[in-house]
């Protein structure tokens, strides 16, 4: 049996990425002083760093996953990905105070690439390996009702409630956001792990585990380290590329910045996430990959999304989650076509392609409103 190991990579990168953290911050006052021309170099490293950082951060939760087995492991890196977006949406609220639409910009983001762009390379490579494959209706079904509820009154409602005609939620609307979406998230959780556990495993996936042996206690907590490590590292660096992404972007012209960002840094975040589920598509295990899929973009909504909302409470910083007209129109053809698309159990290269191309139209109007 092949036993589960952390390359070197997966050790260098979390505190390679603490290292430089600190080198930022005893010389934030001499980065400030660089020539335009230089001034891009250090983001450049900090990226390349973050990066390495958040792939090690895969590395290791595929150890932990395979200790705890599932569904329980695929919660490891689902809540991961969650903790790197809150510290990046915290740092684009720091960093942007005077525009609030960061944070809708960020969620939204995710949930088009998710929804889209990843579902559907995970379908067409599935497709085209597979000819057909299996999903479970009822485990997909749950994720698109709680993705649906949550997406619609936390983009949408708030263009047609607030008094005052604004697309911003009220006060009492940031605290209904922040209590009723973790609620409706933890039932979700329930769900998936306690009550009705084996709508979401995966015959495929657990054959494959088998032929892998089970870490050791030494090596779960070497992977339970190296991902604490990780997480700190991503969330200090954070600091540094979100302002050096955006004036990065105001630098090279781009007009509309917080769209651009907010894609980058979803992209960013759920790498891990998507090389997870499309080494799982093309390994025959589609209930695996949209396990991880899904859950990602349910969990930014059922949990990003409250975090932000207190956090912008907390900051007395004003905050804007109500999409405009093309957004909402995108947001609405992405959950029919996810209903439609899962709604009897089994995709194809045509339900990849279709999803697709939404997400190529997404990215034009990214680049090109």
């Known amino acids: ?218 090596q779960t907590g070497v992977a339970i380290v190296g991902m604490a490590a990780s997480l700190v590292g991503v969330g200090l660096l954070a600091r540094h590329v979100v302002p050096g992404l955006e004036d990065s972007l105001r630098w090279v012209g781009v007009e509309d910045i917080n769209p651009v960002t907010g894609a980058a840094l979803a992209m960013l975040v759920l790498l891990p996430e998507s090389l997870n589920s499309l080494r799982a598509a093309a390994q025959n295990a589609l209930q695996t990959a949209l396990n991880g899929a899904l859950g990602s973009v349910v969990s930014t909504i059922g949990l990003t999304a409250p975090a932000v909302a207190i956090m912008s409470l907390a900051m007395d910083r004003p905050i804007i989650f109500g999409l405009d007209q093309r957004d909402t129109l995108l947001l609405t053809l992405t959950l029919l076509l996810s209903v439609i698309s899962f709604g009897s159990g089994r995709t194809n290269v045509l339900t990849g392609l279709v999803h697709l191309v939404v997400f190529s139209i997404y990215v034009v109007y990214l680049f090109v409103p």
């Open 1 to 218: 049996m092949q036993v589960a190991r952390v390359n070197a990579k997966a050790i260098v990168f979390p505190f390679l990425a603490l290292a430089l953290a600190g080198a930022f911050a005893l010389g934030e006052q001499q980065l400030a002083q660089l020539p335009a021309a230089m001034a891009a170099a250090p983001v450049l490293v900090a990226i390349v760093v973050l990066v390495g950082a958040v792939l090690a951060a895969l590395r290791h939760a595929e150890v932990i996953s395979l200790k705890i087995g599932e569904p329980y492991g695929t919660l490891v890196l689902t809540i991961s990905v969650t903790i790197i977006e809150v510290t990046l949406m915290a740092s684009m609220i720091r960093h942007g105070a005077d525009d609030p639409t960061e944070a809708r910009e960020a969620v939204f983001s995710a949930i088009m690439i998710v929804c889209n762009g990843l579902v559907g390379l995970c379908l067409l490579l599935g497709g085209l390996r597979h000819r057909e494959q299996e999903v479970h209706p009822m485990a997909a079904s749950a994720y698109l009702a709680v993705l649906s509820a949550l997406s619609i009154l936390t983009l949408v409602l708030p263009n047609y409630t607030n008094p005052n005609g604004s697309p911003a939620h009220t006060v009492v609307q940031l605290l209904s956001v922040s209590v009723l979406s973790p609620l409706l998230y933890g039932a979700f959780l329930f769900m998936q792990t306690v009550r009705h556990q084996s709508y979401f495993l995966d015959a495929h996936a657990a054959a494959l585990r088998h032929s892998l042996e089970k870490p050791s206690l030494t």
